[in-house]
């Protein structure tokens, strides 16, 4: 069997940061190229920081390519609370790539060319904001169909919300992106919500084995999830953001779905989409179980995970 070929859009935050290196980790994945996407942070800030992922797993062969840097509407939100001002904690390295190592070819073009290259043999890996991939299927109609797969980290399937009442950060950040990805992608889709990264949190124990591990990525990523640590850690802020006790990477169980299926054990198939218009649910993903909506493609949705598969992959990716 060859290796799985993949191809990641993000907008590079910690978690972002630790699916990267999950992809970069494993041996059955050819990770062909990295596109960006405004989001936790600004579009400059989120290529830096998939260059400085890059650059600390000795991997900077893999290109990087600067996509949208505001929703199709033209918004823009950044979780700056979290993932720090710069995306990942605030702690800078003046030794990191500048954006001179980032390809002058634009996202979406690469997108579609790469895909285009190994017909129905790529698996996107959409862990942002979905305007990249939004933009690539009103480019070109026909992408969505030469994808093998579609992981999509973002909506949510008990209308509970992180950023706003009913709304996940990367669905609200862009709805109408991601609205016309859940019309327009016949591909195999599979989607990671928010709540079910909350449902398989892991413990902070697991978490301080990760981080105290003796290898220079695990200094890294101890280094840059402080922030967001003592963040998840805050009793007010856990309650305000619905976390439970326990780590949470969340862009880290779409990837590890498509790097070893039996990861996720229930799946939920149903057609999806999103409301656009509601005061309180703008951005809210919606769950067609009665099949009202008549919609040709339906998504897979994680339901249940095998915590102890998940926690060996995520170990794995600072050794």
């Given at each position: 069997m060859g290796k799985k070929l993949l191809l990641m859009d993000v907008d590079c935050g910690v978690d972002d940061a630790q699916a990267i290196m999950m992809a970069l980790a494993a041996p059955n994945v050819q990770l062909l190229g990295i596109t960006c996407c405004h989001g936790n942070t600004s579009i400059d800030n989120v290529c830096k920081n998939v260059l400085r992922v890059?650059?600390?797993?000795?991997?900077?062969?893999?290109?990087?390519?600067?996509?949208?840097?505001?929703s199709l509407l033209g918004d823009?939100?950044?979780?700056?609370?979290?993932?720090?001002?710069?995306?990942?904690?605030?702690?800078?390295?003046?030794?990191?790539?500048?954006?001179?190592?980032?390809?002058?070819?634009?996202?979406?073009?690469?997108?579609?060319?790469?895909?285009?290259?190994?017909?129905?043999?790529?698996?996107?890996?959409a862990i942002g904001p979905l305007t990249n991939v939004a933009l690539a299927v009103e480019m070109d109609p026909t992408f969505p169909s030469k994808l093998k797969h579609l992981y999509i980290m973002g909506g949510n399937m008990q209308a509970r919300g992180n950023v706003s009442v009913c709304g996940e950060f990367n669905f609200v950040t862009d709805p109408e992106a991601a609205y016309v990805v859940l019309k327009q992608f016949k591909c195999?889709?599979?989607?990671?919500?928010?709540?079910?990264?909350?449902?398989?949190?892991?413990?902070?124990e697991f978490f301080e084995d990760l981080v105290n591990q003796d290898t220079q990525k695990a200094r890294f990523m101890k280094q840059i999830t402080a922030q967001s640590t003592a963040f998840a850690k805050n009793k007010q802020s856990m309650k305000k953001m619905y976390f439970k006790p326990?780590?949470?990477?969340?862009?880290s169980y779409a990837m590890a779905a498509i790097i070893d299926e039996s990861v996720v054990t229930e799946w939920e198939e149903c057609g999806v989409s999103v409301e656009l218009r509601g005061s309180l649910t703008r951005g809210?993903?919606?769950?067609?179980?009665?099949?009202?909506?008549?919609?040709?493609?339906?998504?897979?949705?994680?339901?249940?995970?095998?915590?102890?598969?998940?926690?060996?992959?995520?170990?794995?990716?600072?050794?």
């Open positions: 890059l650059k600390v797993c000795h991997r900077m062969e893999i290109p990087v390519f600067r996509g949208a840097c505001l823009n939100l950044h979780a700056s609370v979290y993932h720090g001002k710069d995306g990942l904690g605030d702690v800078p390295d003046p030794s990191a790539p500048g954006l001179e190592q980032v390809q002058t070819e634009h996202a979406v073009n690469a997108m579609i060319r790469i895909v285009a290259e190994h017909p129905g043999q790529v698996s996107l890996v195999p889709t599979y989607i990671a919500t928010w709540e079910f990264c909350l449902q398989h949190s892991l413990p902070w326990g780590f949470v990477s969340c862009d809210m993903m919606v769950l067609d179980t009665l099949d009202l909506l008549k919609k040709e493609s339906r998504a897979f949705l994680m339901k249940k995970c095998d915590v102890e598969k998940f926690q060996q992959l995520m170990m794995s990716i600072l050794k």
